[in-house]
T-cell receptor
């Protein structure tokens, strides 16, 4: 059983650019959630995907968007990057229903200059 | 507005000491999870508690879910340097989808 993987590990961008982050869910999991974790803080929920559709969204602007593919992997896209977007972006996979236990990937560290 | 408040924010103790971390909210959660996170890595799930009043033990770690499902605690007995890390509680709100609301985190340092 493979765990959650994310790519790339680190990324440096400049203000105004666009970025795509990728996540492969744990084997057997059909739900993917994305979180933003600023330095020294707990993760903040961005959105969740189930069956290739956005299933719920946190308090993030529309320039944060995502996709889920038939194999349950997912992408997070951020347009018009701002300095405050610098953070660790975490992907978590889970099985819809049950105790809602989510399993996290190692994250992508995004730095916006 | 932070839905889940953790205390203390920082804790520095000696090996062998006991400690308790608290996670409090005014919201009711359908379940609550505790994670530990190492620097530069994603959170690792330690436990999920579901029933009000539930107590779960994981070796030297004891987790309790409040009777009203609004709060939780993590107690570590005889802490070891390997317990060092960021401890996060996360509540699942009954929103119709699996949204985790994370606490502010407790950074624990256990010195030899």
């Amino acid at each position: 059983e493979t765990g959650v993987t994310q790519s790339p590990t680190h990324l440096i961008k400049t203000r105004g650019q666009q970025v795509t982050l990728r996540c492969s869910s744990q084997s057997g999991h059909n739900t993917v959630s994305w979180y933003q974790q600023a330095l020294g803080q707990g993760p903040q929920f961005i959105f969740q995907y189930y069956r290739e559709e956005e299933n719920g969204r946190g308090n993030f602007p529309p320039r944060f968007s995502g996709l889920q593919f038939p194999n349950y992997s997912s992408e997070l896209n951020v347009n018009a990057l701002e300095l405050d977007d610098s953070a660790l972006y975490l992907c978590a996979s889970s099985l819809r229903g049950g105790t809602h236990s989510q399993f996290f990937g190692p994250g992508t560290r995004l730095t916006v200059l | 507005t932070q839905l889940l408040e953790q205390s203390p924010q920082f804790l520095s103790i000696q090996e062998g000491e006991n400690l308790t971390v608290y996670c409090n909210s005014s919201s009711v959660f359908s379940s609550l999870q505790w994670y530990r996170q190492e620097p530069g890595e994603g959170p690792v799930l330690l436990v999920t508690v579901v029933t009000g009043g539930e107590v779960k033990k994981l070796k030297r770690l004891t987790f309790q879910f409040g009777d009203a499902r609004k709060d939780s605690s993590l107690h570590i007995t005889a802490a070891q340097p390997g317990d060092t890390g960021l401890y996060l509680c996360a509540g699942v709100l009954n929103t119709g989808f699996q949204k985790l609301v994370f606490g502010t985190g407790t950074r624990l340092l256990v010195s030899p």
